[in-house]
């Protein structure tokens, strides 16, 4: 099992499309932990000139997938839910911090928290991760 959670991030960073087309950087990783960041471009705003809630979503869930995956073994999302707190506005640096709350063997348990450059609360993300029987990189375990 391959414990190097930055190793594990960047693995997973070249492949993730969405990733880096929202812009969206690593910014701290550890075993059961990710700090992920985006700036919210014009592009991402609804008809209210807020930050749409999907692409706050997307940032969440990618902070998710970071953490849940920081250990080596591939796990996809089998639930989550999202509690919008503040709207979020253009030129915002969003940051997600992905925190483990319980990994058993299958099944893990996920708070992300996305803050802006102010330290205010703008969402409160819960995701229920499941381990798929590989390794990051796709290897059979």
């Known amino acids: 099992m391959n414990t190097n959670a930055w190793e594990n991030a960047r693995e997973m960073y070249a492949q993730d499309s969405c990733a880096r087309q929202m812009g969206i950087e690593i910014q701290e990783m550890g075993e059961g932990f990710a700090r992920l960041t985006m700036t919210v471009t014009e592009a991402m705003l609804n008809g209210h000139r807020t930050c749409h809630g999907g692409q706050i979503f997307t940032l969440a869930d990618t902070a998710f997938a970071y953490a849940c995956n920081s250990q080596g073994l591939a796990a996809v999302a089998s639930g989550c839910s999202i509690d919008f707190v503040r709207p979020g506005h253009a030129g915002d640096r969003l ?8 990994q058993g063997r299958l099944t893990g348990v996920y708070d992300i928290e996305i803050i802006n450059q102010h330290e205010k609360t703008v969402a409160l993300f819960r995701g229920r991760a499941h381990r798929i029987g590989t390794s ?6």
């Open 95 to 102: 940051t997600a911090i992905a925190r483990m709350r319980t």
């Open 136 to 141: 990051v990189s796709g290897a059979k375990l």
